[in-house]
């Protein structure tokens, strides 16, 4: 696949875009608590991150019409890292704060052929259509992640990896920021890059 350059990228989706993003009103801190929430999944059950207690969660914030993370998942990347994590007892949870009307908002039984579309596999994808979680952890891009220890603290917030393009091939040259993370925390160490610059299309946050 020919690889797009930033500028080109930039232009053709201006609209998408939140490599520059402003600042949220409220956003999760790294080395302090995670912010506690609640919300339903696309089966209509309720996850609270309180429920998670003792385990290490990932929050995914996703758009499946978002270029960048239709990288992740047309790769069958996300999925890999979602099967490779939670299944060393990693919590995966992704979100969706897309507000109705915007892009990436879906009624749940269509985000369930979605799902089963794309082989997703985190432990749950939630809806959170009002924006309050994500603006709650400042989340700003999709994807944007974070990544909770056992102890409840925020560990790595940021990008997913350090290479901002939505070039397919770029993923196996690319530092993966989030992997590494992971594997830090579940070998007992300190995460060496706690925090970095989130990059993909804005959250599509109702107006």
């Not at 999760?28 to 506690?36: D, K, S, T």
């Not at 929430?37 to 998670?52: I, K, R, V």
């Not at 700003?140 to 992640?145: E, F, I, L, S, V």
């Not at 530092?175 to 989130?198: F, R």
Request: aromatic share 8%; with cysteine.
């Amino acid at each position: 696949m020919k690889r797009l350059s930033m500028p080109v990228v930039a232009l053709g989706l201006a609209s998408a875009l939140a490599l520059t993003p402003t600042p949220s009103r409220a956003s999760a801190v790294v080395g302090e608590a995670a912010p506690a929430f609640s919300l339903s999944d696309n089966e209509g059950h309720t996850h609270s991150l309180a429920d998670f207690a003792g385990k290490i969660v990932v929050l995914e914030w996703t758009n499946f019409q978002c270029p960048f993370v239709g990288k992740h998942y047309g790769s069958g990347h996300m999925q890999k890292l979602q099967k490779e994590y939670t299944g060393k007892g990693v919590i995966w949870l992704s979100i969706n704060s897309s507000a109705p009307g915007k892009q990436g908002y879906f009624p749940a039984e269509k985000l369930d052929a979605l799902i089963k579309e794309r082989h997703a596999a985190p432990t749950a994808y939630l809806l959170d259509s009002d924006g309050t979680v994500g603006r709650l952890y400042g989340a700003k891009a999709t994807p944007h992640m974070f990544v909770v220890d056992k102890t409840g603290r925020v560990v790595y917030a940021g990008g997913i990896d350090d290479t901002p393009s939505t070039d397919q091939a770029d993923i196996a040259t690319a530092k993966n920021y989030v992997a590494a993370a992971l594997d830090e925390v579940l070998a007992g160490k300190p995460v060496t890059k706690a925090t970095s610059a989130p990059y993909g299309c804005s959250v599509k946050y109702a107006d």
